[in-house]
């Protein structure tokens, strides 16, 4: 298996834009996570999807994010419109029904000018 | 409320001696602990993990400690070796929680020769 796979590995782009963020988790995996890491907080956990069903979108900062999973290989995190301080690495991590480690992307480093 | 802390951003350790990252809790309803270590550009990968029932979990170099009464738990890495240096997440979760997993805001450990 070729691991979580995120896309695209960097964005850049203007304040105002719609900025979209691709996952495809392990096959097999039933959880998914959505990361934000920053210097200030480290790793916050953004949304997790069990079995495709969003169930904790308590940490997604603000109604401008918004997150899908459409079937069991695929998932998006969306930001409208994006903002400067939105720039961080957002991370998708999958796993199977705990107790379980979660497996990390290499990430999608997102910069807001 | 940040339920999972790591209060030191930054360590530096001797080649060969013992490194020792610290990580505390506030919530008594986690069931397992894990580590993750973090190189520059990839995604955080799993190191090793403990169960709310051990006091002590051993892989190789490294050793986690559990102390639930202080809701404390440490990573011993000995000997450090140059390969060690990376950032490294202390995470729980719980088997309630459809495997939701928060993280620390991570240490970053420098193996100086």
């Known amino acids: 298996d070729a691991g979580v796979i995120q896309s695209p590995r960097h964005e850049v782009t203007e304040m105002g834009q719609e900025v979209t963020l691709r996952c495809k988790p392990i096959?097999?995996?039933?959880?998914l996570f959505w990361y934000r890491q920053t210097m200030m907080r480290g790793l916050e956990l953004l949304i997790y999807?069990?079995?495709?069903?969003?169930?904790?979108d308590s940490g997604m900062p603000e109604d401008r994010f918004s997150a899908k999973m459409p079937n069991a290989s695929f998932s998006t995190l969306k930001i409208q419109p994006s903002e400067p301080r939105d720039s961080a690495v957002y991370f998708c991590?999958?796993?199977?029904?705990?107790?379980?480690?979660?497996?990390f992307g290499q990430g999608t480093r997102l910069t807001v000018v | 409320d940040q339920q999972v802390k790591q209060n030191s951003p930054s360590l530096s350790v001797q080649e060969g001696r013992i490194s020792i990252l610290n990580c505390d809790y506030t919530?008594?309803?986690?069931?397992?602990f894990l580590w993750y270590k973090k190189y520059p550009a990839e995604g955080p990968t799993f190191l090793i993990s403990?169960?709310?029932?051990?006091d002590k979990n051993e892989d190789g170099r490294f050793t986690v400690f559990l102390n639930k009464s202080a809701k404390h738990l440490s990573l011993h890495i000995v000997p450090s070796q140059p390969g060690d240096s990376a950032v490294y997440f202390c995470?729980?979760?719980?088997?309630?929680?459809?495997?939701?997993?928060?993280f620390g805001s991570g240490t970053r450990l420098s193996i100086r020769p």
């Open positions: 991590a999958s796993s199977l029904a705990s107790p379980s480690e979660a497996f």
């Open positions: 096959s097999g995996h039933n959880s």
């Open positions: 999807f069990n079995n495709n069903v969003p169930i904790d």
């Open positions: 919530n008594s309803m986690f069931d397992y």
């Open positions: 403990i169960s709310s029932i051990k």
């Open positions: 995470a729980a979760g719980m088997y309630s929680s459809a495997s939701k997993i928060i």
